[in-house]
């Protein structure tokens, strides 16, 4: 038997109605029916089984019966800042970088980015990162910010217990990634990279650069590599 489906919903009570594209992929996808049992979350680590009770044409209700606490949401609190990268990239690395368990994922704007943000991207990466919380049974999604200036993006990384700065002109990482606690800010570019001011700023501000590897990645490949090899060390894929 299948695991029963799961729908993100903002509010949840006990009754909850679901309407736009989870009504439409429960009603026409899944062809879920009456008396149908389901997990509803809506982000805060919490999660709900519940009963479908009735299915209009442009909703559904469903009836709230029990409220638990999701063991699949991630215990490190990792938080990566990658530049915004062109086409569907920066949508690959959300829905990847939710799987593997951030918290927090925070797009920039660098000197060498060359790929734009506005309203509907954004939206979309939102969409993503809740789709993707969906398929690997997480109860949060990470919360996503953009930031306009590499500068500003640093900065929301302060408090964190170990902040590093994936970098492609260094020959040697300044700090190994086995050491690195459950509070990680990661920082990887965009297609372009950084200039070696911005690793300087960074590095001020408390980053370490890292290198990852001999060979030259694609941008969406370091993002998922750097966090990979973080995760692990936070505990979170062991």
């Known amino acids: 038997m299948s695991a ?16 736009g594209e989870e009504f439409r992929h ?15 979350f809506d982000g805060s680590g919490a999660e709900y089984a519940a009963v479908i009770t009735k299915i209009g044409k442009a909703e559904m209700l469903l009836h709230t019966v029990k409220k638990g606490v999701s063991e699949r949401d991630p215990r490190a609190d990792i938080y990566l ?25 925070g797009v920039f704007h660098s000197q060498y980015c060359s790929a734009y943000m506005n309203e509907n991207k954004f939206a979309r990466l939102n969409r993503v990162a809740a789709e993707a919380s969906k ?13 306009d200036s590499f500068q500003r993006a640093i900065a929301s990384a302060e408090g964190y217990g170990s902040k590093l700065f994936a970098c492609e ?3 040697e990482s ?6 690195i606690g459950n509070s990680v800010a ?13 690793f300087e700023y960074a590095r001020k501000e408390g980053f370490r650069g890292v290198t990852l590897g001999k060979r030259i990645l694609r941008a969406e490949t370091a993002a998922i590599d750097f ?10 894929l062991k």
């Open 4 to 19: 029963p489906k799961r729908f993100f919903v903002r509010n949840i009570g006990e009754e909850v109605v679901l309407s």
């Open 135 to 147: 398929q690997c049974l997480r109860a949060t999604v990470p919360e996503l910010i953009y930031f």
């Open 169 to 171: 002109f260094i020959s």
């Open 227 to 236: 966090l990979s090899i973080a995760a692990y060390f936070a505990g979170e």
């Open 186 to 198: 990661l920082v990887v570019g965009s297609e372009g990279g950084f200039t070696r001011e911005e």
């Open 174 to 179: 300044e700090v190994s990634l086995s050491g």
């Open 26 to 40: 429960a009603k026409n996808v899944l062809r879920l029916s009456e008396g149908a049992e389901v997990v509803l």
């Open 81 to 105: 800042l990658v530049g915004a990268l062109k086409g569907d990239k920066t949508e690959l690395v959300v829905q990847k970088a939710t799987e593997l368990g951030v918290n927090k994922i």
